[in-house]
């Protein structure tokens, strides 16, 4: 059984529990884990950046995946977000309740 992991950054807390609460109220997606503490070194604009962020990693179902990019790219609040995701093999029971929170798909 497969499900869907896709993982994006924002630079707050605040925004990544927006996010979250937004995906599980659409279901979008059946759990959201947040990771803080990250530090992101990287290019923008032709300048150097660091930057603090926090991960969100969302579990949802391979045909959602559609849904989530344009939740995202009118709800993340960076111009050009990390979107990454990966279809990930789950036990069945996990997969299963993935289904049930997010409808199918």
């Known amino acids: 059984m497969e499900i869907l992991s896709l993982t994006t950054t924002v630079s707050s807390r605040q925004d990544?529990?927006?996010?979250?609460g937004a995906l599980l109220d659409r279901r979008?997606?059946?759990?959201?884990?947040?990771?803080?503490?990250?530090?992101?070194?990287?290019?923008?604009?032709?300048?150097?950046c660091i930057d603090a962020?926090?991960?969100?990693?969302?579990?949802?179902?391979?045909g959602k995946l559609a849904a989530l990019q344009d939740f995202m790219a009118e709800q993340h609040?960076?111009?050009?977000?990390?979107?990454?995701?990966?279809?990930v093999g789950a036990s069945p029971a996990y997969a299963e309740w993935v289904r049930q929170e997010v409808g199918g798909g």
């Open 16 to 20: 990544a529990e927006r996010l979250a």
């Open 53 to 62: 962020e926090v991960r969100l990693t969302i579990k949802s179902l391979p």
């Open 77 to 87: 609040p960076y111009e050009v977000p990390q979107l990454l995701w990966q279809t």
């Open 28 to 48: 979008l997606a059946a759990c959201v884990q947040l990771d803080e503490g990250l530090q992101s070194h990287y290019r923008w604009k032709g300048q150097p």
